[in-house]
């Protein structure tokens, strides 16, 4: 039979009644696994413990000060009785050092122990110089002395004053080269992240048996200061292979235990999560919001939004939905929640997590040190169909964009993350996997793909300004040329635009857009082709802009110059 007990706030009240009689059992375990959240761990712990009769506290000791005492597990086997839980932060064990770090904290302070000497010789020779400058008259006032005596006193000033200058010199370079040294040790321990003091959690618990026995006991519990983000390299050989996708981790440790050779899940979910059900508020609805919720008591946080519309509330609030804090869970909807990204670990940013949560069970063990660097693991790779579209802007970039579209994304359990792309063997740059507001297909770009070229010309020969009576009429031509190097067929959309008239004066005319599919509000025109290898597709495109001649308008035609064809097909 096995026993699970879950360490809440209230466990403390346990404490006050253990008497002085028990027995002690100090153990000391390794880490037999953990779960890596995003933001936090949880570590699991074993050990099997022979008890004799009656009352034993079982001390597990050398464990993470930063443990969160409020979600701590125990299971405990043959039956055998717990009745409490306590712990504490030991500040006074002494901790086994790194080899290294007793190498460089030995180093630090022999080189600082020669500062001393250094400094106790400068003071000495200070003082002497000092006490010679004030001590100038000589023979007495009564009587002077020989031009002799004056030489020779003269001699032994100058001699002794140059020589305390001299070593006080030697002594100010030592020091300096000291320092340098000192500094980089400093840096190195750093690094090694290093403490002036340590600190050891404890947690104890108070087990009862009627006779003598063993127990295995399991011990869980949640640390901060660790935690892990996503990162993906995507790779794609060529338009007509499938994209391998390889899931990666920067998992982060800083817990003030290293962690050796463990086994571990990563997870999406948040273990911080209050188990209390969530309470659910009346909902008004009144056309005066401001003073829909006002109250002499204390304000929550649902007030914060009362000036804003129905609609507002209804996505912010899920109708009304409160957790027992009384607090909404609007930051949990949609997965929301704050994470660390560990380049550097201290920086936070937000990160879209989806509502059903994921672990990866990873297949090898791991060391990560407690030293709040990122180290990477591998979690999972993926080959993927892929359909490959190519999508350019000409007017604003000269160059053509390869897009891959992935279906059915949603079963990989991706989060956002930095990805490395490579396309046919070379590292092309880095994107980012946006999953919020993403349908059945998730877009990626494989960036820029020379292989695929396009040309914007204005076309000077229709182009033209004309004043017509009180207006004046321009007319703008521009042929892109969009030509397929690749040895098999491509799809691509083109992307060019209109300007939109916002004054009745002005009149907006296309004269040959190549059958665009024309946005009228935003007058965006669009073409999609597939083009085979080797070929080119030739789009014209010509409008005019009709304005009164007294009012000047700047048409603005494209971000860059009109530009000349660069490449020849």
Same mark, same amino acid.
């Given at each position: ?196 003091? =340590?600190?050891? /959690?404890? #947690?104890?618990?108070?087990? %009862?048996?009627? @006779? $003598?026995?063993?127990?295995? *006991? ?113 930051? =949990?909807?949609? /997965?929301? #929640?704050?994470?660390?990204? %560990?380049?550097? @670990? $201290?920086?936070?940013?937000? *990160? ?98 020379k292989k695929v070229m396009i040309t914007r010309t204005k076309m000077k020969d229709f182009s033209s300004k004309k004043v017509i /009576? ?100």
């Open positions: 039979m096995r026993k699970i007990i879950y360490l809440l706030c209230f466990t403390l009240m346990f404490q006050t009644g253990w008497t002085q009689n028990e027995k002690v059992k100090k153990v000391t375990t390794k880490i037999k696994s953990a779960i890596i959240y995003l933001d936090g761990a949880e570590i699991h712990r074993a050990k099997k413990v022979t008890l004799e009769k009656g009352r034993t506290k079982v001390v597990f000791t050398g464990l993470s000060p930063k443990f969160n005492p409020t979600n701590i597990q125990v299971t405990t086997t043959n039956d055998i009785e717990l009745l409490a839980i306590s712990h504490r932060i030991d500040y006074l064990t002494n901790v086994n050092e790194k080899p290294k770090v007793l190498k460089l904290k030995d180093s630090l302070e022999l080189i600082q122990q020669k500062n001393i000497a250094f400094n106790n010789d400068k003071d000495a020779y200070l003082n002497e110089k000092d006490m010679m400058l004030q001590n100038k008259r000589i023979g007495g006032s009564d009587k002077g002395v020989s031009i002799a005596e004056l030489k020779l006193a003269a001699d032994f000033f100058r001699s002794r004053i140059m020589e305390i200058n001299k070593a006080k010199a030697k002594i100010d370079r030592g020091e300096a080269k000291n320092n340098k040294i000192i500094n980089r040790i400093k840096n190195e321990l750093y690094q090694l992240n290093a403490k002036a003091t =340590y600190s050891r /959690g404890e #947690i104890t618990l108070l087990l %009862n048996t009627e @006779v $003598s026995k063993s127990t295995e *006991i399991d011990l869980k519990y949640i640390v901060s200061n660790a935690g892990w983000t996503p990162s993906y390299d995507i790779r794609a050989e060529d338009i007509n292979k499938p994209i391998n996708l390889e899931y990666k981790a920067f998992v982060y440790n800083n817990t003030d235990i290293d962690w050796e050779n463990i086994n571990f899940k990563l997870s999406t979910a948040n273990p911080t999560l209050s188990a209390t059900q969530p309470k659910m508020l009346p909902w008004y609805l009144n056309y005066k919001t401001a003073n829909m919720y006002k109250s002499s008591k204390k304000k929550s946080s649902y007030n914060m939004y009362q000036q804003k519309s129905l609609s507002q509330q209804e996505v912010y609030f899920k109708d009304g939905a409160m957790n027992a804090d009384g607090l909404t869970n609007n930051a =949990y909807f949609n /997965g929301n #929640i704050n994470v660390p990204v %560990n380049i550097p @670990v $201290s920086y936070f940013e937000t *990160i879209y997590v989806p509502e059903l949560s994921a672990e990866f069970e990873i297949k090898k063990a791991y060391t990560i040190p407690s030293d709040d660097k990122p180290y990477i693991v591998d979690v999972v790779e993926y080959e993927l169909p892929a359909l490959y579209k190519y999508y350019a802007v000409p007017k604003m970039e000269r160059d053509v964009f390869l897009m891959a579209r992935i279906p059915n994304w949603q079963e990989l359990n991706l989060i956002e993350g930095t990805a490395n792309i490579y396309f046919g063997g070379t590292f092309v740059g880095k994107s980012y996997i946006q999953t919020r507001n993403v349908s059945d297909t998730l877009d990626i770009s494989l960036g820029r793909d /009576g009180s207006n004046r009429k321009e007319t703008h031509s521009y042929r892109m040329i969009v030509k397929n190097n690749r040895k098999v067929p491509i799809n691509i959309e083109v992307l060019d635009q209109l300007p939109v008239s916002q004054d009745s004066d002005i009149e907006v005319s296309a004269v040959e857009i190549s059958k665009a599919k024309k946005n009228d509000l935003t007058g965006e025109l669009k073409w999609v082709y597939k083009i085979e290898p080797g070929q080119s597709q030739t789009i014209d495109l010509t409008f005019t802009v009709k304005y009164p001649k007294s009012k000047p308008i700047k048409i603005s035609t494209s971000k860059y110059k009109s530009q000349r064809a660069r490449n020849k097909f």
